[in-house]
């Protein structure tokens, strides 16, 4: 299953305040217990820590259970309300299914340089490109506007892909830090599709994400679920 797709950023925004965005934004360290399939069903926690240098940020992932481990970041900045990714690296390492990724974004030449495998090639990608982690980032700043219309531009796997999501209203959702009214929205596979994505926000933590659901054509599962939030200074 492709972790990657599954791990969601936490974005942390009151509103959509033209010129504010970065402002808005809060560092913090949280983390998530996850279950996951990989062929083996298997638990363990997520550790999500969004970062700020200036005006350099930084959202990293880190999951890590007896036989399988995860490292994900992206290093961003914000242009007009918009993420802007600049760098991104994604390492699973498994038993006897290893995977790095690096993607290196040339915003003066809009092309995105993707090094899959030890494979290196570069594609040219229009202005408000994501890559799979940053999109993230940006669907929290779209969900704290109070846009209906939630669609990205990803570069994934050495294409340029199309994440459209719905929101679904709210429902109550339970954690161990507390309990929140959360939005919650599906990632838009079309009708047919056998594989689901529900992400929960919830306002009352400017957006953050508080539960994730997703589950595979195979019928693999993979969830989070908010277990501890630290706010931090940097």
Not at 30 to 48: C, E, H, L
Not at 119 to 124: G, Y
Request: proline letters at 3%; charged letters at 25%; a positive charge.
């Amino acid at each position: 299953m492709r972790l990657r797709s599954l791990l969601i950023s936490t974005l942390l925004l009151v509103s959509a305040v033209p010129g504010q965005a970065a402002d808005l934004l809060k560092p913090y360290k949280a983390v998530y217990k996850a279950q996951w399939d990989m062929g083996i069903s298997f638990g363990g926690n997520a550790i999500r820590q969004l970062q700020r240098d200036g005006d350099k940020w930084k959202l990293s992932l880190t999951a890590e259970a007896l036989i399988a481990k995860v490292n994900e970041f992206t290093e961003f900045s914000i242009q007009d309300q918009r993420i802007q990714p600049n760098h991104y690296e994604y390492h699973r390492k498994l038993i006897g299914s290893n995977k790095d990724a690096v993607l290196q974004f040339n915003w003066s030449t809009q092309t995105v340089l993707n090094d899959i495998a030890n494979k290196p090639w570069t594609m040219d990608v229009p202005v408000g490109t994501q890559d799979s982690l940053s999109y993230h980032m940006q669907l929290r700043l779209d969900l704290a506007a109070g846009k209906e219309k939630l669609v990205y531009k990803v570069a994934d796997g050495g294409k340029l892909k199309t994440y459209p999501f719905i929101r679904l209203g709210t429902e109550t959702v339970k954690t161990p830090v507390g309990t929140f009214e959360a939005i919650k929205v599906q990632r838009d596979r079309g009708a047919n599709s056998k594989r689901n994505t529900y992400i929960w926000c919830a306002p009352e933590l400017d957006y953050m994400v508080v539960k994730l659901q997703q589950v595979e054509k195979s019928g693999k599962e993979y969830s989070l679920l908010l277990d501890q939030l630290e706010f931090t200074e940097h």
